[in-house]
């Protein structure tokens, strides 16, 4: 070959280096300008008010913003499990459900936001009609309890340490969310264990509190409710662009909700349908604290993990910091 086909040979070599580099960085350029389709399992509690409230037009649509296509799926079930199963993207799991078996939750699915019931500002109560013969805690011993599904787990643990105090015997009765309102004039329960919106919006019914702050007196404190996790796998792998955006949004929604909890509040008044004075129910509602990834509160998490182990759950094999992800686990590269 002369010198100058040689050359002609080059530079065809380098044109067609330069187009394939041009489509490679247009092909990106494009992924990046299209919307992030994102599966999000949600229900009525304050566990998946950040993903509402992400895509409401609050002072910033934050879903907008990070180009966020929100799918909502209702949970159903064990969300651990669904998430696990691929049914959602991202999802809200109890701590509890992580910790139960750690090392094989930790592997699979991780945190990067988190809410937490905080100490001294009880979410929880056992609640009474207005009408009943029962007046101290020990009274509901063989009495009915009623308890939404998505709290069984909290009732087991309560039930459990309440026993040592010889309140046995208890009735369990499961209820749905919708069932709550009128549970007592349908005589279906003698007393219930709530968290908030439900807490307060019973109490703004004119039902008196038994017991408030279950979970701080026979559990720890400041309780690690619930986890905000995606799979390790669908944030490193399966779809980091989506994972990226999801992760931004949220945590600029869990930062607005931390200074704006009347946000959440008036959000689940409306998401249930109550027909309410605003203002006086929602002096009775209390909000959670909720973490972004750099605040969640591992000590916390750790205390609730040794009082399981204490209770002969779960195992102290893994240390909660294997739960969260790392800030460079979202780097846009």
């Not at 499961?174 to 307060?200: C, H, I, N, S």
Request: charged share 25%.
């Amino acid at each position: 070959m002369s010198i100058k086909g040689k050359e002609r040979f080059l530079n065809v070599l380098i044109l067609i280096g330069v187009i394939g580099l041009l489509f490679i960085v247009g092909r990106e350029q494009y992924k990046q300008s299209l919307p992030s389709h994102v599966r999000i399992g949600v229900d009525k509690s304050y566990s998946s008010i950040p993903f509402y409230v992400a895509l409401e037009d609050t002072s910033r649509n934050y879903f907008a913003l990070e180009k966020v296509e929100a799918e909502f799926i209702e949970i159903i079930g064990d969300p651990l499990q669904g998430i696990k199963e691929g049914l959602y993207d991202v999802v809200a799991v109890p701590w509890y459900s992580l910790l139960v078996s750690p090392s094989i939750n930790g592997d699979t699915v991780k945190a990067f936001g988190g809410i937490e019931l905080k100490s001294g500002r009880n979410l929880d109560a056992l609640i009474v009609p207005a009408e009943t013969k029962i007046r101290r805690y020990s009274d509901i011993k063989k009495k009915r309890l009623g308890y939404i599904s998505d709290t069984e787990y909290l009732v087991n643990l309560l039930l459990q340490k309440m026993a040592d105090d010889g309140i046995t015997d208890v009735q369990r009765v499961v209820l749905q969310p919708e069932e709550v309102v009128t549970a007592f004039e349908e005589d279906k329960v003698d007393v219930m264990f709530l968290l908030d919106p439900y807490r307060g919006y019973m109490i703004y019914m004119g039902n008196p509190v038994l017991f408030e702050g279950l979970i701080s007196y026979y559990l720890v404190p400041s309780f690690p409710y619930t986890a905000i996790v995606m799979r390790k796998e669908y944030a490193k792998k399966e779809d980091r662009l989506a994972a990226v955006r999801v992760k931004n949004a949220v945590e600029a929604t869990l930062n607005y909700l931390s200074r704006n909890p009347e946000v959440a509040k008036k959000l689940l008044i409306d998401m249930h349908g109550w027909a309410v004075e605003g203002a006086v129910v929602s002096a009775q509602i209390r909000t959670p604290e909720f973490y972004r990834l750099a605040e969640i509160n591992v000590k916390n998490i750790e205390m609730y993990q040794t009082e399981l182990v204490r209770m002969g759950i779960g195992t102290c094999g893994i240390r909660p910091t294997e739960f969260l992800f790392e800030k460079i686990d979202f780097l846009k590269k």
